[in-house]
């Protein structure tokens, strides 16, 4: 073998080393703080000939009707006891990460774990692809489940109800 090949060979090998090493990197810094997003801006532009409410019919109602939890209330957990105002025009998140609604520090709960939204005057619970799952009265959640008042909601070791 030429010396020139192994040399190529010695290359090729400390390449792969590298893109090991940042593949780990990348792997772990996803982990901690979530994957990259991009911010939108928050005003439409004027050149947009569809209005900002027909864009996104699936989003979440602006009001929260009457006979619609308004309140989460923690039941079990390190944050036992806790108790959040629900925005109906915002999507309420549950994990690790600091931009969470609901940060809940336990090894079990992944970053970007699950979101409660308001849809058609009823709060739904989706499942982020989360490792461990989430549970609505002891049953997984695969798929946006609505959630039923005072319905206990498993994440990890905590557990939390809506009431009004």
Request: charged letters at 20%; zero cysteines.
């Amino acid at each position: 073998m030429s010396e020139l090949t192994l040399f190529l060979l010695q290359l090729a090998f400390l390449g792969l080393l590298w893109a090991f090493i940042f593949a780990i990197v990348y792997a772990l810094r996803t982990d901690l703080f979530g994957p990259a997003r991009r911010r939108l801006d928050d005003e439409p532009t004027s050149s947009s000939p569809i209005p900002a409410a027909a864009k996104n019919p699936l989003s979440p109602s602006p009001s929260t009707p009457s006979g619609v939890a308004s309140t989460l209330l923690v039941t079990s957990g390190p944050k036992e006891g806790t108790e959040i105002e629900l925005e109906p025009d915002e999507q309420f998140t549950i994990g690790r990460s600091a931009d969470s609604s609901l940060v809940v520090r336990d090894d079990v709960i992944s970053t970007h774990h699950a979101r409660l939204m308001l849809w058609n005057d009823q709060w739904m619970i989706q499942d982020l692809d989360s490792t461990n799952g989430t549970f609505v009265d002891g049953k997984r959640v695969g798929i946006p489940t609505p959630v039923p008042l005072n319905t206990p909601i498993t994440v990890g070791t905590t557990t939390f109800e809506l009431r009004r």
